[in-house]
T-cell receptor
Framework: SQQGEEDPQALSIQEGENATMNCSYKTSINNLQWYRQNSGRGLVHLILIRSNEREKHSGRLRVTLDTSKKSSSLLITASRAADTASYFCATGSNDYKLSFGAGTTVTVRA | DTAVSQTPKYLVTQMGNDKSIKCEQNLGHDTMYWYKQDSKKFLKIMFSYNNKELIINETVPNRFSPKSPDKAHLNLHINSLELGDSAVYFC????????????FGEGSRLTVL
């Protein structure tokens, strides 16, 4: 069953702007991960945040996790045309599964 | 060197046929997965093997049968293909059964006519 749900479904921004997308999930987790998928390609891992962490940074990416609200956000700062892609959150639990949502499609306009 | 490779990348076939998709990883990982991505980009896990042992078997029609001859390979065989099987199938691997970072292949787009 689907665990993570991303919001919004689609996002269009100007190059240089920040992009924020959110993920909500239903059950308890061990970790939450974000992936990027360029059109026609496989998913690429971006960042993993554990359930006991609240915030994590990687380059222009900032991820927050609020386990009390069962939600996470991904912020991409100073976006570039190359950031155009679909972004997925995925939740890892004790059942060995990594469950994905349907993603947020981000378009960065030059 | 491709870490997780799938073949074929594209597969077009008629309803009722049987087809296979192969996956190989050269990362030395213990765990491999098959995911199905539908036309709305929703990714659903199908199967997972850890060291050749089946550990995840989601509610998938039994027309789908995974096979892991060794921990570097996980193949997916589909019998009696149906229109609804059209999707992109992704193979992935991870170092252990715990759901850490997954490494994905490029996907195999299956179109059933």
């Amino acid at each position: 069953s689907q665990q993570g749900e991303e919001d919004p479904q689609a996002l269009s921004i100007q190059e240089g702007e920040n992009a924020t997308m959110n993920c909500s999930y239903k059950t308890s987790i061990n970790n939450l991960q974000w992936y990027r998928q360029n059109s026609g390609r496989g998913l690429v891992h971006l960042i993993l945040i554990r359930s006991n962490e609240r915030e994590k940074h990687s380059g222009r990416l900032r991820v927050t996790l609020d386990t009390s609200k069962k939600s996470s956000s991904l912020l991409i700062t100073a976006s570039r045309a190359a950031d155009t892609a679909s972004y997925f959150c995925a939740t890892g639990s004790n059942d060995y599964k990594l469950s994905f949502g349907a993603g947020t499609t981000v378009t960065v306009r030059a | 060197d491709t870490a997780v490779s799938q073949t074929p990348k594209y597969l077009v076939t008629q309803m009722g046929n049987d087809k296979s998709i192969k996956c190989e990883q050269n990362l030395g990982h213990d765990t491999m997965y098959w995911y199905k991505q539908d036309s709305k980009k929703f990714l659903k896990i199908m199967f997972s093997y850890n060291n050749k042992e089946l550990i995840i078997n989601e509610t998938v029609p039994n027309r789908f049968s995974p096979k892991s001859p060794d921990k570097a390979h996980l193949n997916l065989h589909i019998n009696s293909l149906e229109l609804g099987d059209s999707a992109v199938y992704f193979c992935a691997s991870s170092p252990s059964g715990e759901p850490g970072e997954l490494f994905f292949g490029e996907g195999s787009r299956l179109t059933v006519l």
